[in-house]
């Protein structure tokens, strides 16, 4: 009987299998993608590029992209990662994501994540009283969103409080988002 049968677990089991055997940098990838909660852009991809080994790495140097392009080829060729053409974005299907997540250490989720938090705040932004729509607000609410999949709640409600918090509040009048 079909109906008997755990079929998610078993394709689970299969998933993450065909994530045990990527390649160290595909992982990487993959795993600090699955820590957003939305598609991202390309420039997005090149900031957190697995490819450059420290922060003083030009994020354009041409080898580093090289290998970024076969690495998200790789992603893509295998089915974990999706680009959406009209909207000129990456993202993972959710159970891709919770799965890659999921089964990070706490070492590597640590440093992905602290990867992702550095890259969103250093992003500039219109004001945030100025806000008008979700998108104005999105590289707060990646730092805020990331730092509470790592376990860090005083810094996300740090990061939240204030501008954040009023423009979602007052300007967009998202209740469902600030919960």
Do not use: C, W
């Not at 089964?103 to 969103?120: C, I, L, P, T, W």
Request: no cysteine; proline share 3%.
């Amino acid at each position: 009987s079909l109906a008997n049968l755990d079929l998610i677990q078993r394709r689970n089991h299969i998933l993450r299998a065909a994530l045990d055997a990527l390649s160290p940098a595909s992982r990487q990838l993959l795993s600090t993608l699955a820590l957003l909660s939305e598609a991202v852009d390309y420039g997005t991809l090149k900031a957190l590029n697995p490819h450059l080994s420290s922060k003083t790495e030009q994020v354009d140097d041409p080898a580093a992209l090289k290998k970024l392009a076969e690495t998200v080829r790789d992603l893509e060729q295998r089915g974990l990662l999706q680009y959406d053409g009209r909207a000129r974005r990456y993202d993972l299907h959710p159970v891709v994501r919770g799965v890659a997540a999921g089964g990070m250490n706490a070492e590597d989720k640590e440093s992905y994540g602290q990867r992702v938090v550095d890259h969103f705040s250093s992003q500039p932004h219109s004001p945030y009283e100025e806000a008008q729509t979700l998108e104005d607000l999105s590289s707060g609410l990646h730092v805020v969103r990331t730092l509470l999949k790592l376990g860090h709640y005083q810094q996300a409600a740090d990061a939240f409080r204030g501008d954040l918090a009023q423009a979602l509040l007052f300007n967009l009048e998202v209740h469902g988002e600030m919960l």
